[in-house]
């Protein structure tokens, strides 16, 4: 499918690297690609970054078909632009795509798109250590009806935007909250699904969390509010004496790309990695024991997030002496030195723009 180009007339000021924050700032041009019931997907084009036209009736504003993913695009010490593992993402958003009844997309043109419009705006991929473009594709419903169907007609599109650290401690270690009363997924649901909608779920929680002091949720499962899931933002591990520990994923949890490449990290280096139930209590009695020796999270945003604290049930504990833990720099080290090309790429996760 060809895609046209229409640049824009009224190129933007580019932000200083000193000041990014984090999902405030766009660039130049976005990628839309319609969808028609009966036609397919079709009228692929790369056209200026700007409001787009609705009606109010808009199927995904009433009964949220939305999914969306997220990944960044680096530039390197070669000044080569870099996408990390984009095939992941194409391939978790089908995923999406079949759990909320949306018609998929073709992965490897959802990926050319990517590469040509990150080309168009290859000067908005800033330079500074710990800065990328943040790449945001998605696919929204867009029949104006309102019945609780499937829709007949969507679009794809795709946004990005230069980006700093997602959170203000940056690899200072967060604080997190483990939430016992609210639920964001339940095995059966679209907790698994990169969906709009879970993310809705997690917001009551996540300002409670806030007026407490705390930056992040640890979901729990859903059933028996005992089984550790995931942050809201981000999978979790915990060093737990010589085992590395993540939830298994259970139809409930987010298979991040990056818990993935942590994970694959983890077991070339010998280290033992299991993807099992983690109870709670198992946490809290594993740190009396003085066998839970950090935690950390993973994600597309954050890259490695290193937990300083979490509270439960009105019990608190500190880890790794409020620093980033021996394990979690590592990781930190290893996957930005592939992404910055700092490192050599043994897995072959690095797709040239």
């Known amino acids: 499918m060809e895609i046209t180009v229409t640049l824009t007339s009224n190129p933007k000021q580019k932000p200083s690297s000193d000041h990014l924050g984090f999902g405030n700032l766009f660039s130049d041009h ?6 028609t019931e009966g036609k397919g997907w079709h009228d692929a084009r790369i056209v200026p970054y700007g409001p787009i036209p609705y009606e109010p009736s808009l199927m995904t504003f009433h009964y ?3 999914i969306f993913e997220g990944l960044k695009a680096y530039r390197t010490k070669d000044d080569e632009i870099v996408l990390f593992r984009p095939d992941e993402n194409m391939k978790r958003l089908n ?19 990517m590469k040509k419009l990150v080309a168009i ?14 790449i945001r594709p998605f696919i929204i419903a867009t029949d104006p009806f309102l019945g609780v169907r499937p829709s007949n ?9 230069p980006v700093g650290a997602y959170y203000k401690e940056g690899l200072n270690p967060v604080k997190i909250y483990v939430e016992s009363t609210y ?9 698994a699904a990169k969906a709009s909608a879970n ?28 089984y550790v899931e995931e942050v809201g933002t981000m999978n979790v591990f915990f060093v737990l004496g010589d085992e590395v520990v993540t939830p298994a994923l ?8 990056t818990r993935k490449s942590c994970i694959e990290l983890l077991k070339s280096w010998g280290l033992k990695v299991s993807e099992r139930k983690v109870s709670i209590e198992e946490i809290y009695d594993a740190n009396e024991k003085g066998q839970l020796t950090e935690a950390f999270g993973t994600g597309t945003a954050a890259v490695i997030s290193p937990i300083g604290e979490l509270y439960w049930n009105e019990k608190r504990i500190t880890l790794s002496g409020g620093k980033i833990g021996n394990l979690s720099q590592k990781l930190y080290d290893e996957l930005t030195g592939i992404q910055y090309a700092n490192k050599p790429d043994p897995f072959n996760w690095m797709v040239r723009v």
């Open 30 to 35: 976005m990628f839309i690609l319609d969808y």
């Open 95 to 113: 995923q999406s795509c079949d759990k909320l009844c949306i018609p998929r997309i073709d992965e490897d043109f959802a990926i050319e798109a």
């Open 64 to 66: 949220g078909q939305s």
């Open 250 to 257: 259970n139809g409930s949890i987010l298979a991040g790309i």
């Open 121 to 134: 705006d290859k000067d908005w991929v800033p330079a500074a250590p710990g800065t990328s473009l943040y």
């Open 183 to 191: 639920v964001r997924a339940v095995v059966g649901g679209i907790g």
């Open 153 to 161: 007609t969507y679009q794809f599109i795709i946004i990005t935007g």
């Open 199 to 226: 993310y809705a779920a997690s917001l009551k929680a996540q300002m409670v969390a806030k007026e407490k002091g705390y930056t992040q949720v640890l979901w729990l499962d859903g059933i028996e509010r005992k």
